[in-house]
């Protein structure tokens, strides 16, 4: 996993942006902020992919496809459970971070009245599977309460 340096946390640019001296430089930490909105939860899975390229991991790989899932769930929680009630919502925040070959996906949302826990959905359920799948697909996840809102967050460790 050579080649993906860190970058200064809050910085979103395209991946293998070129320096002035023309010398690709990969990101290891983005930081973005979405609409309460279905089609953000596309728009965060299309943005982690180009993340993990920008590390040398393609998005065919199994841990390409992991990740892109454990992204899915976080941000479909956040849509769905995350607005403020009354209101037509307000931003989540995805980060997206590499620390050697452990990443780690954060997604911050403005509801704090209820945290996640893992369900225990009937086969008939339509819903409260996403987090078994984080939970499954992830080496360790949780919750951290902020002042206004929560973040879950989900970490994967990747191996060549």
């Not at 993990?52 to 992204?71: H, M, N």
Request: proline share 6%.
């Amino acid at each position: 996993m050579q080649g993906c340096t860190p970058a200064i946390r809050n910085l979103a640019l395209p991946a293998a942006q070129s320096n002035p001296w023309g010398i690709a430089v990969p990101k290891s930490a983005t930081r973005r902020q979405y609409p309460t909105a279905i089609r953000s939860v596309a728009r965060a899975r299309t943005n982690s992919l180009s993340f993990l390229k920008s590390c040398g991991i393609g998005r065919e790989t199994g841990f390409s496809i992991d990740l892109t899932l454990v992204v899915s769930e976080l941000m479909t929680n956040a849509v769905t459970h995350g607005r403020v009630p009354g209101t037509s919502g307000r931003q989540i925040e995805m980060s997206t971070e590499r620390a050697d070959s452990v990443y780690r996906i954060e997604v911050r949302d403005t509801q704090s009245d209820s945290m996640p826990v893992l369900g225990n959905p009937g086969d008939l359920d339509g819903e409260g599977r996403g987090l078994l799948l984080v939970d499954s697909l992830s080496d360790k996840w949780g919750v951290r309460p902020e002042c206004v809102g929560k973040t879950v967050w989900a970490e994967k460790g990747f191996s060549e």
